[in-house]
């Protein structure tokens, strides 16, 4: 499982019994430090928020977990329809996931088994309101500009321009 910080770039890493998920798709999700999740409340302003624990589950399950998202959870409650983003930084590849979201509180019968995977990440670090969990409808692939524009353009040659821009590894 993930680490904390989702360093494991394991295709399986934060993966739980995720036979609907293409290998690619595993993939870019291990490589993702973090996934913005976009709602919207209801006067129909969207809202995005970063999320730092999440995975996998299932046939077609995107689990993130509520740590502290009032408003996340406020916007699904009323407005199911969600959209979440996830790019590796390094390579700039990921995935655009579109679904209806359902907020998994503590005494629903499938709290413990969705919870699980995500506590396994965090190893107690964090307190876990609730389960984000995204029913996944379709997903896209997003790739940086230059994968399109400019001919040669490799993940290497994406990942050490990334760590140049980002002075990394850092001293």
């Known amino acids: 499982m993930d680490s904390i910080h989702t360093s494991d770039r394991s295709p399986h890493a934060g993966a739980h ?3 609907g998920f293409s290998a690619e798709f595993l993939r870019l999700r291990a490589g993702s430090v973090l996934c913005w999740l976009a ?7 969207p809202n ?15 689990l993130i977990a509520n740590i502290a998202s009032p408003q996340s959870v406020r916007n699904i409650k009323a407005h199911p329809n969600v959209c979440v983003s996830f790019v590796d930084v390094l ?3 990921g995935f655009k996931v579109k679904g209806a979201a359902v907020v998994v509180e503590p005494g629903h ?8 995977p995500l506590q396994q990440m965090t190893r107690g670090a964090f307190p876990i309101h609730s389960v984000i969990c995204v029913q996944v409808l379709g997903t896209e692939p997003i790739l940086a500009p230059s994968y ?18 980002y002075r990394w590894p850092r001293p």
């Open 17 to 19: 019994d995720v036979s």
């Open 39 to 45: 709602t919207v409340d209801d006067h129909g302003m």
């Open 48 to 62: 995005v928020s970063p999320k730092e624990i999440f995975c996998c589950h299932g046939e077609r399950e995107l």
């Open 91 to 93: 390579i700039q590849k």
């Open 109 to 116: 019968p499938r709290f413990g088994e969705l919870e699980f």
């Open 148 to 165: 399109r524009l400019v001919p040669g353009t490799t993940e290497d040659s994406q990942a050490r321009a990334a760590q140049a821009v």
